[in-house]
C-alpha cells in the first residue's frame, strides 16, 4: 500500500506540472499530438517547461533531484532553458528553517549554538538535495562549515528505493533485456550510495581518504574535518574560499586559465581513478570551486563527499586497457577484453564484435570535445551491445555517471577540450607503471616482508611434498608415480629458483 501511495503521488506530481506533456511534446506522429491535448485539458500549464521539471522533481524528493543534477552538466543533450533550470538543483534546492537547522546542531551536540559558535549564520550558504550548509565562527576564530543533514531524509529514500526494487523485479521478469541490464544490482548500488550519503561521519571519512591521496597533487583542494564536531547528522569542516567553477566570466577576469582548469580535471578524476581506486563520484558543477588566492591560485577545490566511488585493482587494470586499447583504436583488443572478463558469451566472435565497436567508436576519434558527445558514444555503444548480450556491470555505474559529470563539466569549461588525447598520456604512463618491469619491481619490494616470512618454512614445504605418500595411498596412486617424480622435480626447481630471487631482492631492499 505504501508504494501504491508514492506510485499515485508520482504520477500526480507528473500531471500537475505537466512532465506528460513534455515527454510526449517531442513525438511527430498525429495520434500522439492528439492524445496530448486529451491530457492537457483543464490544466493550465503557464510556467516554462524548464521550471515546471525542475519544481517537480525538488516535489518527488533527493533522488530525483539527483536525476536532474546529473542531467543540468549535458547541455549537448538538453535545450538550454531546461539546463539552465536544472542547474538550480545544484546548489539551490529549498532550504528548510534556519530554526530547525540550530535546533538540529544543538541536539547533535548536546548544547547551545551560541556555547559552540562565536558566531552561527542563520543563513544558509547553499542548500543541496540531502543537507545543507551553514558558514560559522568557533570560539577561537577559526571560520568554519557546517554541514547539516535535511530532517526526514531517511523515510522518504526508503519509501523510492523501495518502490524502484519492485520496479526492477518486474522488470526482469517480462524483459529478456531488463535481465541483461541487472536492474536489481543496480538499485542495490544506488541503494548504498545513497544511505552512505545520509551518514556525514562516513562523509567526513571520505573527505580525509581523498584530502591523503590528492596532497601530493598539487591540483585540488580538500576541507579538513574537525573530528570532535563530527556526528551523523552534522558535521564541521574548515572553511574553504573559491570561486564556483560554473562562473567562468569571474574567473577569467581573475586570470585563471581555463583550458589548462579543463586539463587539470581530467588528470584529476583519472589520477583518482586508476591510481587510488578512490574517486569523487558527485563532481557536479554545484560541488566544484577554484581559489584565486596566491599561495594556491588555479588549484580545485572539492566539496561534498556523501558518494565516492571504489574500484579494485581488476576493475582498475581491466578499465585501464580497455581505456588504451580505445585511445590507440585497437577495437580486437578492446573485444577481446571484454569476452576474456566475461562481458559477454564466451561463443562471441571477436571479429563481430570488434567491427560493432569500430562503426561506433571510429567516427568521434581526432575532433575537439565541443563536436563529439559521450553520451551518444555509450548510447550507441548500448544499443550495440544488445546484439551481443553484454552484461552490464552494477560495480561501474557509479563510474560511467562520474564520467558523464566530468564530461560535463570539461564541456562548460574548454570545449575545444580533447579529452582522447588529454587521457591518453596519463593512461599509457599507469599502465607502464603498473604492468612493465617498474610495477613488478614496486609490487614484489610491497610483497618482500611477506616473503621473508615464509622463507623458513621453506624447507620444510618443500620437503613434505616429496615425501612418498603412505603404503594405502600407494596401491591407489601406483600408476601416477612416475608422474609425480617428474612433478617433484619441477617443483624443486621452481622453489628453489624464487627462493634464490626472493633472497636477492630482500637484500637488495635492505642495502
Not at 281 to 308: E, K
Not at 432 to 438: E, F, K, P
Request: charged share 25%; with cysteine.
Amino acid at each position: 500500500m505504501r508504494h501504491l501511495a508514492r506510485l499515485v503521488f508520482i504520477v500526480f506530481t507528473v500531471l500537475r506540472f505537466g512532465l506528460d506533456e513534455l515527454a510526449l511534446s517531442g513525438f511527430r506522429q498525429r495520434w500522439v499530438r492528439l492524445l496530448v491535448r486529451l491530457m492537457t485539458i483543464g490544466r493550465r500549464l503557464d510556467a516554462p517547461r524548464g521550471v515546471r521539471l525542475r519544481l517537480a522533481l525538488e516535489r518527488l524528493g533527493p533522488i530525483f533531484v539527483k536525476f536532474g543534477q546529473v542531467l543540468s552538466t549535458r547541455r549537448d543533450l538538453l535545450p538550454a532553458d531546461i539546463a539552465d533550470e536544472l542547474e538550480r538543483l545544484q546548489d539551490r534546492v529549498p532550504p528548510f528553517p534556519a530554526e530547525q537547522a540550530k535546533a538540529l546542531v544543538e541536539k547533535a551536540f548536546g548544547r547551545p549554538t551560541e556555547v559552540l559558535f562565536a558566531r552561527f549564520e542563520a543563513q544558509p550558504v547553499a542548500s543541496a538535495s540531502i543537507a545543507q550548509v551553514h558558514f560559522a565562527t568557533l570560539k577561537d576564530g577559526r571560520e568554519v562549515a557546517v554541514k547539516v543533514l535535511r530532517p526526514g531524509m531517511l523515510a522518504v529514500i526508503d519509501d523510492d528505493l523501495s518502490l524502484m526494487r519492485t520496479l526492477a523485479r518486474w522488470i526482469e521478469r517480462v524483459s529478456a533485456d531488463g535481465r541483461r541490464l541487472k536492474p536489481r544490482q543496480v538499485v542495490a548500488e544506488f541503494d548504498v550510495y545513497l544511505h552512505d550519503e545520509l551518514d556525514l561521519v562516513r562523509e567526513a571519512a571520505n573527505a580525509a581518504q581523498l584530502r591523503r591521496n590528492m596532497a601530493d597533487l598539487q591540483l585540488v583542494m580538500l576541507p579538513e574535518m574537525l573530528w570532535e564536531m563530527c556526528t551523523s547528522s552534522v558535521i564541521v569542516m574548515e572553511r574553504m574560499y573559491g570561486v564556483p567553477i560554473s562562473q567562468t566570466h569571474r574567473l577569467t577576469e581573475a586570470g585563471v586559465d581555463i583550458p589548462k582548469l579543463a586539463r587539470d580535471g581530467v588528470t584529476i578524476f583519472f589520477t583518482q581513478v586508476f591510481r587510488d581506486g578512490f574517486f569523487h563520484a558527485d563532481m557536479h558543477p554545484g560541488n566544484i570551486q577554484v581559489s584565486i588566492a596566491p599561495a594556491t591560485f588555479g588549484r580545485y577545490i572539492a566539496l561534498d563527499f556523501g558518494i565516492v566511488g571504489t574500484l579494485t585493482e581488476y576493475d582498475k587494470e581491466y578499465l585501464a586497457q580497455n581505456f588504451v586499447a580505445f585511445f590507440r583504436r585497437d577495437y580486437k583488443r578492446v573485444a577481446a577484453l571484454h569476452v576474456e572478463s566475461g562481458w559477454v558469451p564466451p561463443t562471441t566472435r571477436v571479429d563481430e564484435l570488434e567491427g560493432a565497436i569500430r562503426t561506433v567508436c571510429e567516427p568521434h576519434f581526432d575532433r575537439p570535445l565541443k563536436d563529439i558527445s559521450l553520451g551518444q558514444v555509450l548510447m550507441r555503444l548500448f544499443q550495440a551491445s544488445r546484439r551481443f548480450n553484454v552484461e552490464i556491470q552494477p560495480q561501474l555505474v557509479l563510474l560511467q555517471k562520474t564520467l558523464l559529470n566530468v564530461e560535463g563539466l570539461g564541456r562548460q569549461l574548454d570545449p575545444e577540450l580533447d579529452l582522447w588525447n588529454t587521457a591518453k598520456p596519463f593512461l599509457e604512463r599507469w599502465m607502464n607503471d603498473q604492468i612493465g618491469w617498474r610495477g613488478l619491481l614496486e609490487r614484489l619490494q610491497k610483497e618482500a616482508p611477506r616473503y621473508a616470512q615464509l622463507l623458513p618454512e621453506l624447507p620444510r614445504l618443500v620437503h613434505q611434498s616429496l615425501q612418498p605418500a603412505p603404503r594405502s595411498e600407494q596401491r591407489v596412486i601406483e600408476a601416477l608415480l612416475i608422474e609425480q617424480r617428474r612433478t617433484n622435480r619441477l617443483l624443486q626447481v621452481v622453489i628453489w629458483g624464487g627462493l634464490g630471487f626472493v633472497l636477492a631482492l630482500v637484500l637488495l631492499q635492505t642495502l
